[in-house]
């Protein structure tokens, strides 16, 4: 697809023939694109005009400008958010891989992609402008093409680590389904291949890991339970998480509790994705019938109060996808996305990428996204990342160290 490149705020950036202004100043910084959409941001052209941000942006070498109104004031930079310590708990492996890596796995493995730079592999596997769940998940088809080997899946897994490492990512628990890799591997070899990976990089980096192997909805509960009971094997060894994922509707999680049952009677915590794709009453299955400790996403909690008051009480964590549930049209628009409202409702909840590549964020963006669009301040800001460490699948003296040492290391530099 041809693509134009024009400037904004003095930033090339490249976009699609036919893209919208917004759609440049998106390529930017979602968050001044989510300005534009609340008045409290206009755009300009090169001569200082006005332009509508709904219009095309015309022809190559366009400038544009994005004249903010009102942000609030002092505004941390994603450059300070990067030196951050962090700590994320829902990101999916099959969905953060290297573009580079990708293409050259699918060179190895003569796998056919829709595209052969990261560039265009990158745009192909954009989830902008999906419709559904559903759709969002048709990605992961490409993605795990090329993660059918062993050696794929323990590169893909050391990469991952190194990259969060490089953004200050000081404690993750990555998440993929192990039943998506058979028949080219049995469940063991597809377990073993990410911890190795996995190892060598903790090794490197100092960064904490540990893995979540997740059941799917759509396929049969006899399978959850069949990956829960090899799972349990590597309690000691890395997997510290059940999950079930997949798409949600129509597809109930307490179906598959005889799989969580396992995982928790063999000390494997638990979460569960709910309400992203599916409103309260999914959530309430996955605490109920399944005994999840966190919820994934949890994005339509609010529309059912008491279960709400509930999770507040519960102290039940939510891992939060800001991005992702744009993506899969969970919210409307990222200024509608409750985050914030429930934060400020006292439930703890968490910032997280969701994936890396096919949402095409970092863990930086998001908690960008969270200052420049919801406004978010420092200390929430501060609070958020704390919520994800208590929120850690570790044994409790491991999470208290955990927090301690971020909630220092965030005294001196946040
Ligand atoms: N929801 C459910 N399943 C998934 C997702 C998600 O957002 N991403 C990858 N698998
Ligand atoms: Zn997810």
């Known amino acids: 697809m041809a693509r134009l490149r024009v400037f904004v705020n003095e930033r090339p950036v490249d976009v699609a023939r036919g893209a919208t202004v917004r759609d440049a ?3 930017l910084d979602h968050g001044l694109a989510d300005l534009l959409a609340t008045a409290a941001a206009y755009v300009t052209d090169g001569v200082g005009r006005q332009v509508d941000a709904r219009d095309p942006v015309g022809e190559a070498g366009g400038v544009f400008r994005v004249v903010v109104t009102a942000r609030r004031a002092p505004a941390i930079s994603k450059e300070a958010l990067r030196r951050w310590p962090k700590a994320e708990l ?5 969905g953060s891989l290297r573009p580079a890596t990708m293409l050259e796995l699918a060179r190895e493995q003569h796998v056919r992609l829709p595209a052969d730079t990261p560039e265009g592999l990158t745009l192909a596997l ?5 419709h559904s769940l559903e759709e969002y ?12 080997t062993a ?10 680590v190194v990259d969060l490492a490089a953004e200050q990512v000081r404690y993750v628990e990555v998440r993929y389904s192990p039943l998506l890799h058979r028949p080219a591997l ?55 998480g059940f999950d079930l994922a997949g798409a949600e ?38 605490l109920q019938s399944c005994g999840a400790q966190r919820i994934g996403h949890g994005t339509r909690l609010g529309e059912d109060p008491a279960l709400l008051e509930y999770v507040v009480a519960q102290r039940i964590p939510l891992e939060m996808c800001l991005t992702s549930n744009l ?22 909840v968490t910032l997280n990428t969701d994936g890396r590549l096919v949402d095409g964020v970092t863990l930086t963006d998001e908690y960008h996204l969270a200052h420049t669009a919801l406004g978010l301040g420092k200390d929430e800001l501060v609070r958020v990342v704390l919520n994800a460490c208590e929120s850690a699948f570790l044994p409790e003296f491991e999470r208290v160290a955990l927090v301690a040492r971020i909630q220092s290391e965030l005294e001196k530099i946040a």
Not at 225 to 232: I, K, M
Request: net charge neutral; charged share 15%.
């Open 25 to 27: 100043v998106a390529a």
């Open 90 to 94: 829902h990101v999916h492996l099959d």
């Open 126 to 130: 954009s989830v902008q402008g999906v």
């Open 137 to 148: 998940l048709t990605k992961y088809q490409l993605t795990l093409a090329v993660m059918q």
């Open 151 to 160: 050696a794929a899946l323990e590169r893909i897994a050391y990469e991952f």
């Open 186 to 240: 049995t469940l063991t070899q597809a377990i073993e291949a990410p911890l190795r990976g996995i190892e060598r990089a903790v090794r490197e980096t100092g960064t904490r890991v540990g893995l979540i192997v997740c059941g799917i909805r759509t396929l049969p509960p006899a399978m959850s339970l069949e990956l829960a009971q090899v799972a349990v094997g590597y309690r000691s060894a890395g997997v510290v």
């Open 249 to 286: 509707h129509g597809h109930p999680a307490e179906d598959h509790r005889a799989a969580f049952a396992l995982a928790v009677q063999h000390g494997l915590a638990c979460t569960c994705h709910a309400g992203e794709g599916d409103g309260p009453a999914s959530i309430h299955q996955a």
């Open 327 to 348: 993506h899969t049209h969970a919210v409307p628009s990222l200024t509608t996305h409750p985050f914030r409202r429930y934060l400020e409702q006292g439930v703890v």
